[in-house]
């Protein structure tokens, strides 16, 4: 099993009593790994795969709130909620393995520990600048521009080099991004079309690619 992550970032010491307390598990694509509002005496720790953590509207539309990939930790809000229920939702988008950690044992590791709480923070702390940026794009500019942000970002997290353009090595489609941005899919279908006129995507085999060097530059603007 790979922790290269967890074991450059910890000490020899904290990260043998966090495997020594933890179990792997595997969820196949498609499967829920928690429901919100669930009850959960565990933290997730991403070791292969992604998932998508997302919340349900009131019409009953899903609104994805991450894409989440290796080295990501889930629902470590948890850790200082005594009401141990989940406040969002988690599916694996790929197959993915996860190492389960006991909040009872990880609450004793955090006060043990202090690079475990540096971690935590560094996870909670990425995650709200997330949503910072979100709510950021959301409020502010065009649709277009939004899913440009959106595509840019997959790029950064998820994106590989095809020529001059970048993919994606997860299937990003109009459907999903669109449960992404909280609109509908022929909203997203008209914002990629516009997107392809102005050359910054292209679409090859059902597999979306984007000039990443300029689609900043265009949601800036």
Request: aromatic share 10%; glycine share 4%; hydrophobic share 35%.
């Amino acid at each position: 099993m790979n922790y290269d992550y967890l074991g450059d970032s910890l000490t020899k010491e904290c990260l043998n009593n966090l495997l020594r307390v933890s179990q792997c598990q595997e969820f196949k694509q498609g499967e829920t790994l928690f429901l919100e509002h669930s009850f959960c005496d565990s933290v997730y720790f991403i070791i292969s795969g992604n998932v998508t953590v997302y919340k349900d509207n009131s019409d009953g539309r899903r609104k994805i709130i991450y894409l989440l990939g290796e080295n990501s930790f889930l629902n470590d809000t948890m850790i200082y909620d005594d009401l141990n229920k989940t406040s969002i939702s988690c599916d694996a988008f790929t197959d993915v393995k996860v190492l389960i950690i006991p909040l009872k044992e990880l609450r004793i590791l955090l006060s043990k520990y202090p690079d475990l709480s540096i971690l935590i923070i560094k996870s909670l702390s990425k995650k709200t600048k997330r949503l910072y940026r979100q709510l950021k794009n959301t409020t502010t500019i065009s649709m277009d521009k939004r899913i440009a942000a959106k595509l840019w970002k997959l790029a950064k997290d998820f994106g590989y080099e095809h020529k001059e353009f970048h993919g994606f090595t997860v299937k990003v489609n109009n459907t999903y991004l669109a449960d992404m941005l909280g609109t509908n899919r022929e909203t997203v279908s008209r914002g990629i079309k516009k997107l392809k006129e102005l050359g910054l995507v292209k679409v090859e085999n059902n597999q979306i690619f984007i000039l990443k060097s300029k689609m900043k530059d265009f949601y800036r603007r």
